[in-house]
């Protein structure tokens, strides 16, 4: 088990794997669906170029594009997590719930819910820097 959460680039390998043995908290599932909205998030931490922009203004307004771009990314990935873990739209009280929950290899719910994905989102960072450069910008 260790060795799935070090090819997931987790922080603490060891802490993750004991923490889905030990407290039965899909830790795996809840590090893959988080690195996964780092994907999408590093797309635009990774930009060199803003298609409508290049050629007509300078590097330096592209790269603050770049970085309004990446930190809305950023918070509105935040957002999704926080919605997921909310489990029910607060805004309309008579609307269904949801959970995101676990699956094992062939598609079937394994019954264990993913939660308190905003507690890992920013450790699982591949980047390692908890999002310090998307925050400090």
Do not use: Y
């Not at 060891?14 to 909205?37: K, M, T």
């Not at 930009?47 to 771009?69: F, H, N, Q, Y």
């Not at 079937?108 to 905003?118: D, I």
């Amino acid at each position: 088990m260790r060795g799935a959460f070090i090819d997931l680039g987790a922080p603490d390998p060891e802490s993750w794997a004991r923490s889905e043995i030990d407290e039965d908290i899909p830790q795996l599932a809840r590090l893959a669906f988080l690195r996964a909205v780092w994907r999408q998030i590093e797309e635009w931490r990774e930009i060199d170029t803003v298609p409508a922009l290049t050629g007509k203004v300078s590097g330096e307004v592209v790269a603050l594009a770049v970085r309004v771009a990446t930190q809305a990314a950023f918070h509105t990935a935040l957002g999704v997590i926080g919605a997921i873990d909310d489990e029910e739209d607060v805004a309309t009280p008579a609307a269904p719930g949801w959970r995101l929950v676990e699956c094992d290899a062939e598609g079937l719910p394994t019954g264990r819910v993913l939660s308190g994905l905003h507690e890992s989102f920013l450790a699982a960072d591949p980047r390692g820097i908890e999002a310090n450069d998307i925050l400090d910008a």
